[in-house]
């Protein structure tokens, strides 16, 4: 991949802009200077037909004039002049808040695992190679397993904050992703889906590969579920966070814990979860899809308990929310949470790596052991309509396992499930299987966690 | 055009490629967002890029940059080139080609009749605060978000084939979100007016009208009754219309999804899959429409796709290179995201034709059925047909007439089943809400049609 600008690069292109700002009437001014590069293999029908990468660079600008704050952007270096005067016209819109832009001066974690030399330094033919191990990875499981979609990415980007405050920091590294999305045509039509992230080259594609086929197989020959009714399930990572993207990541924002949005408003210090179980934020851990030594405002990044055994202890806040509500940041600002480049984005309170802790009851045949009538499952289609005020859900899973006395018993029919991810929360069997990073959902959230099992939702063969 | 750009595909071309485009993406856009009557958000941003795309001994490769420096072509040629080369060796034996299309030299821009460029954007606020104020007409609103955001994009296309195209346009939406709450009960309705074209597009509706709407819906929300399930007559509205046939049978429609083996509606050409009084259509040129646009993003002038006539299913989605492998007519279906996207099929506006009957006469003779309204997001299984999604109102018809409000609905069931069971289309025909659709990228996307009444509807709760 070719190298994008540096840290040192960057790091002066922010204070250039933040002086730009200055010079044009701002009282104080920061600057978010990111670059990317990336390369991406795309596999369709088996094969792969595209290969694509590219270069992406900008500013984002926010200036407070009269204790007013504004807004701007520009890809172009010779336009950051021009997004100053507009910010800085922005900011006479916005609400007199008495906001000043964060002190610098602050101390940063070290935090490890976050650069990989071997992915800054992948060649497009490299990532053909993987995204060719994903194909034939499928192919020797099941002759007729294809994968249908997926592919491999890899990029490496940089991030520098500068500010009239003092701020000055430089953040990024690397990661990657194998995806594979399975179709066997066999006695029956099944299909698999595995994608494995990491910020270092350790992704195993053929891993990926085969672990889709092996779930296309292992789905041949679904039987309708007999009897539906209230049981216990053992949910895949994946679709574990799938669930508590749509439900517990907003809750935990400090705004919408204060507009009484979230499911937990009005609840620190109550029991929100079994005692059993724990909630963190942590941008501190090493190799954490989403971790860094600073957040996007130039914040030093910490553990955040959000749930600790059981009680729920605080919520997520950036800079303003903070200063809106009488409270300090938890160095969670975050640009861009919904998609997009960062530097197109304000900053706003998110989740960075969201970690669910449960005991552990060993492998996930243990968990499953645990447990005497359910369902073991792969995948929620719909999560995304969860109500994130109520918690309550109602998915598809297309492909689920029956569990009896302890024993998997055979591959069902699709299913409706029905319940809430709180009730889920406070009824924890235990975890299974070691803890995994889930990125790629609908916003930059990670979602670090194991096989869960828990009790009380509804099934409808 | 470009020059330092244009000049890319002719040396891709000489340099090997058997086709080479290169699209240059100008954006400039304005977004403002307003929570409880607070600003939240303020962005006025500009971005420049291109994306290079070139075809080496049948494999793609694509390069792109926010950077529009001859330098940087350098590099994305360089790039593009050794991808496609890369891409070759687990291409498999089936070399990707392009359907005939004839290059085209044009200049095409849709200039909005009222720019939102000469709105100061103190003005833009002050019509949000009243979005704002009309959103906050129901007694039990807790909060709302409203926003506007405007964006004008220009396109430059020069191919190795000897096309050279330039088009832009304007796009705005305007709404609100309204979230009531009434004994732990909560609620929520999005209302949007938008379209492609200026501030004409806010006007009808308006974004005032329809957070009034949102207001209205959501208070009638709070004090619904829970849903019958079962099979039962449903008339449903043109916003649920248009998502549904956007959904549940225009995605099965995109020829890639058709070669991956992902559509029902494969090798299904010319059958009759649906009631003779079906027609849907996906089309790009209807006037201020949400998806509309003059040229595909490969250079392909937009034109109508009739997908289903009198219930025929009569033409798939394409992309010059579906088209080859399917052997037909290239129908400019081919849209990218951004400048860093590569073209993938797409749709536009995807409509449900219009027919003869008044509201009044669908409800008619329903002697116990629901009436649906809108959505609140669903999930669709294109491979199987099947689909589910959530109403975002509903209420009881009994004896033909509207009865009660009903929450948490849910429509589901077999995409085929429900265009058979079509037995009396509206003549109301409109656009539905402005949207998104994502398929990896996201574009803007319309959809509407008439009122339509489906027999054997299948409905439950959520």
Redesign the interface.
């Given at each position: 991949m070719r190298a994008p600008a540096d840290a040192e690069a960057l790091l002066a292109r922010a204070e250039d802009a933040v002086r730009t700002a200055l010079a044009r009437g701002a009282a104080q001014s920061e600057a978010f200077a990111a670059a990317g590069t990336f390369v991406g293999v795309d596999v369709e029908r088996g094969r792969v037909t595209y290969t694509v990468g590219g270069s992406e660079s900008g500013v984002g600008l926010r200036v407070v004039r009269d204790g007013r704050l504004g807004f701007a952007f520009a890809s172009d270096p010779a336009r950051v002049a021009a997004a100053a005067e507009r910010a800085l016209a922005l900011s006479r819109l916005s609400p007199e808040r008495g906001f000043s832009l964060p002190a610098g001066g602050a101390h940063y974690p070290v935090v490890g695992g976050l650069f990989d030399p071997r992915i800054a330094a992948m060649e497009p033919s490299e990532a053909v190679a993987l995204a060719g191990e994903v194909v034939d990875a499928a192919r020797s499981v099941h002759p007729d397993a294809i994968v249908v979609g997926g592919g491999v990415s890899a990029g490496v980007g940089a991030a520098a904050i500068a500010s009239s405050e003092g701020v000055s920091v430089a953040t990024g590294g690397t990661s990657m992703n194998a995806t594979a999305y399975v179709v066997l045509r066999d006695r029956t039509t099944s299909t698999g889906l595995e994608s494995l992230s990491s910020r270092g080259r350790d992704v195993d594609a053929a891993a990926v590969g085969a672990a889709a086929a092996r779930m296309a197989v292992d789905a041949q020959g679904a039987v309708p579920l007999e009897a539906g009714g209230e049981m216990a399930v053992v949910v895949r990572p994946t679709a574990m966070a799938e669930l508590l993207e749509g439900t517990v990541v907003p809750s935990v924002i400090g705004d919408a814990a204060q507009r009484g949005e979230s499911a937990w408003t009005g609840k620190a210090g109550e029991r929100v979860a079994s005692a059993e179980v724990s909630i963190w934020d942590d941008p501190v851990m090493a190799g954490g899809l989403n971790s860094g030594p600073s957040d996007d405002e130039g914040a030093p990044t910490r553990r955040n308990a959000l749930v600790e055994g059981g009680v729920l202890r605080g919520f997520l806040y950036d800079a303003l929310s903070a200063h809106e509500y009488g409270v300090a940041t938890t160095g969670s600002a975050v640009r861009g949470a919904g998609g997009g480049g960062g530097w197109k984005a304000q900053p706003d309170a998110y989740v960075t790596n969201l970690v669910l802790e449960a005991p552990s009851r060993g492998e996930l045949e243990d968990l499953v052991s645990e447990v005497d009538r359910g369902l073991l499952v792969h995948d929620v289609l719909g999560a995304h309509t969860a109500n994130a005020t109520t918690l309550d859900f109602s998915v598809s899973s297309t492909m689920p396992y029956e569990i009896r006395r302890g024993e998997l018993v055979g591959v069902r029919e699709p299913v409706m499930l029905a319940g809430n991810v709180g009730a889920l929360l406070r009824s924890v069997i235990g975890a299974g299987g070691a803890p995994r990073q889930c990125g790629g959902g609908m916003s930059t959230a990670c979602i670090v966690v194991p096989w869960i099992g828990a009790s009380g939702v509804v099934v409808t063969p | 055009m470009h020059e330092a750009l244009e000049g890319l595909v002719g040396r891709a071309a000489r340099g090997g490629a058997s086709y080479a485009d290169v699209r240059v993406l100008w954006v400039e856009m304005t977004s403002l967002e307003l929570k409880?009557g607070?600003?939240k958000?303020?962005?006025?941003?500009?971005?420049?890029?291109f994306?290079l795309r070139v075809l080496v001994e049948g494999?793609?490769?694509?390069?792109?940059?926010?950077?529009?420096g001859a330098a940087?072509g350098e590099?994305?040629l360089d790039?593009a080139m050794?991808?496609?080369r890369?891409?070759r060796?687990?291409?498999?034996g089936?070399p990707?080609r392009l359907a005939e299309a004839r290059p085209e030299v044009a200049e095409v821009v849709w200039e909005p009749r009222r720019d939102p460029r000469d709105l100061p954007?103190?003005e833009k606020?002050a019509m949000l605060r009243e979005v704002e104020a009309a959103a906050r007409a129901g007694e039990h609103v807790?909060?709302v978000t409203s926003s506007y955001a405007d964006a004008r994009r220009r396109v430059e296309l020069a191919t190795s084939e000897g096309a050279r195209l330039s088009w832009g346009l304007t796009r705005v939406v305007a709404g609100a979100n309204v979230?009531g709450?009434k004994d732990g009960r909560?609620a929520s309705v999005l209302g949007r007016a938008g379209g492609v074209g200026g501030l004409e597009c806010l006007e009808r509706p308006t974004p005032v009208e329809e957070a009034a709407r949102a207001s209205a819906a959501v208070e009638r929300l709070l004090d619904a009754t829970a849903p019958p399930s079962g099979r039962m007559p449903a008339v449903i509205d043109p916003d649920l219309a248009g998502v549904l046939v956007h959904e549940a049978f225009g995605h099965a429609c995109e020829a890639?999804l058709v070669?991956?083996?992902?559509s029902m509606l494969a090798d299904r050409l010319g059958q009759q899959l649906g009631s003779p009084l079906v027609d849907i259509f996906d089309d790009p040129t209807l006037d201020g429409a949400f998806g509309s646009f003059p040229f595909d993003d490969e250079g392909v002038r937009a034109r109508r796709k009739d997908l289903m006539v009198r219930g025929v299913l009569t033409a798939f989605i394409h992309s010059r290179e579906t088209a080859a492998r399917l052997g037909a007519a290239p129908n400019g279906g081919a849209r990218a995201q951004d400048h860093?996207s590569?073209p993938l099929v797409r749709m536009s506006n995807t409509m449900l034709g219009g027919g003869d009957r008044s509201f009044e006469e669908l409800l008619e003779g329903i002697k116990e059925g629901i009436y649906v309204k809108g959505t609140?997001?669903?999930?669709v299984d294109t491979?199987k047909g099947t689909f589910?999604f959530?109403a975002e109102e509903a209420f009881e018809v009994r004896g033909g007439e509207l009865g009660r409000p009903l929450r948490d609905v849910a429509l589901m069931g077999s995409i085929l089943d429900t265009l058979r069971n079509v037995d009396a289309v509206g003549k109301d025909a409109r656009n539905g809400s402005p949207g998104y659709c994502g398929k990896g990228q996201?574009v803007p996307v319309g959809d509407g049609g008439p009122h339509v009444r489906v027999l054997d509807a299948v409905v439950g709760g959520?």
């Open positions: - | 409880d607070e600003l958000q303020a962005i006025e941003g500009a971005e420049a890029g994306g494999s793609w490769g694509f390069a792109s940059a926010n950077d529009l940087a590099a994305a790039a050794s991808m496609a890369a891409s060796a687990r291409a498999g089936e990707a954007i103190e606020l807790a909060t979230v709450r909560s890639d070669l991956a083996g992902e860093a590569r609140r997001g669903g999930q491979a589910q959530g996201h959520m």
